[in-house]
């Protein structure tokens, strides 16, 4: 059976890549973005690919997204909630309203999709894919916005997975450091200070995104994808790890 897929972020990077994935299984995409340059590129290239220009900050758009979906695909059958962007916190003094759209982008929109999708995913007993990030876990200093975002959609995917089950499956995927740049932006040390040996690429996450959709006794989860970076315990002068203060 050909699914419908809606996709938020789909014009690059991790999102990009997941769109090709389902592409590649035979089903049909839309997905919106607000970089119309790449995404209108990207469309072109594939027939059962469709675009929706717009800010999933905006609930507006989210609800003419979902009918523009409706329109070219007839069904809902996934929807994976990937766009996201972080906007430092609190030491660089980020505001009210800058706080405020991390979440509405992060959060809000992954919230409002499923409640537009609903109805469609219970029908098709579908699935909802969230993509957070290891920082829902583990922080660097002025990430307040981004790591509360997602800490949110790792609560809101064991919500949904408990209200809308058992016709709606619902999970989430934690990456950490993935590559989405054309070039490789990091060094043989950055790869070797991750137990995995490698940083990551889009394939790692799109794969669970496939296999989640294809796996009916999961739901509610998060599985973290990082290379193994948040197991590894580090201590001032163990193991060759310094602690810089300058
Ligand atoms: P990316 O910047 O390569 O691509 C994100 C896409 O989403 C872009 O096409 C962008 O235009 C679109 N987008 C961003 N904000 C949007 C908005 N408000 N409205 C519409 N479109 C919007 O990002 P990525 O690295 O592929 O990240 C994808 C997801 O993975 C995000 O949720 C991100 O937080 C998460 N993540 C990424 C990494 C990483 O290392 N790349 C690590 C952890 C989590």
């Known amino acids: 059976m050909q699914r419908g897929v809606i996709l938020t972020g789909g014009g690059h990077g991790i999102g990009k890549q997941i769109c090709l994935d389902f592409l590649a299984a035979g089903d049909k995409v839309c997905f919106m973005d607000f970089d119309e340059k790449h995404s209108s590129e990207f469309a ?18 989210l609800k003419e997204f979902v ?8 069904r809902i059958d996934v929807l994976v909630n990937n766009a996201c962007r972080g906007n430092h916190g609190i030491l660089s003094d980020l505001d009210y309203n800058g706080f405020d759209y991390v979440l ?11 409640r537009l999708c609903k109805d469609e995913l219970i029908k098709n ?15 660097e200093p002025d990430s307040e916005a981004y790591a509360s975002a997602k800490g949110g959609i790792v609560a809101l995917t064991h919500a949904l997975a408990i209200s809308l ?30 137990p995995a040996g490698k940083v990551g690429n889009p394939n790692d996450i799109s794969s669970m995104v496939m296999y989640l959709c294809n796996h009916d006794f999961l739901t509610g989860e998060t599985i973290t994808i990082d290379g193994g970076m948040n ?16």
Not at 69 to 74: D, F, I, P, S
Not at 125 to 139: C, E, L, Y
């Open 44 to 61: 072109a290239q594939h027939t059962d690919l469709f675009y929706y220009c717009g800010d999933v900050a905006n609930p507006e758009r």
């Open 67 to 74: 009918d523009f979906a409706m329109e070219r695909l007839q």
């Open 104 to 114: 509405s982008v992060g959060l809000k929109a992954p919230y409002e999709l499923s």
């Open 125 to 139: 007993r579908g699935r909802i894919i969230n993509i957070a990030s290891s920082r829902a876990f583990q922080s």
């Open 165 to 194: 089950g058992p016709d709606v499956l619902v999970n989430c995927i934690a990456p950490g450091w993935i590559n989405v740049s054309a070039q490789e932006d990091y060094t043989q040390t950055d790869k070797a200070a991750i």
């Open 231 to 246: 197991k590894r315990m580090i201590y001032h002068g163990d193991w060759n790890w310094q602690y810089h203060t300058d």
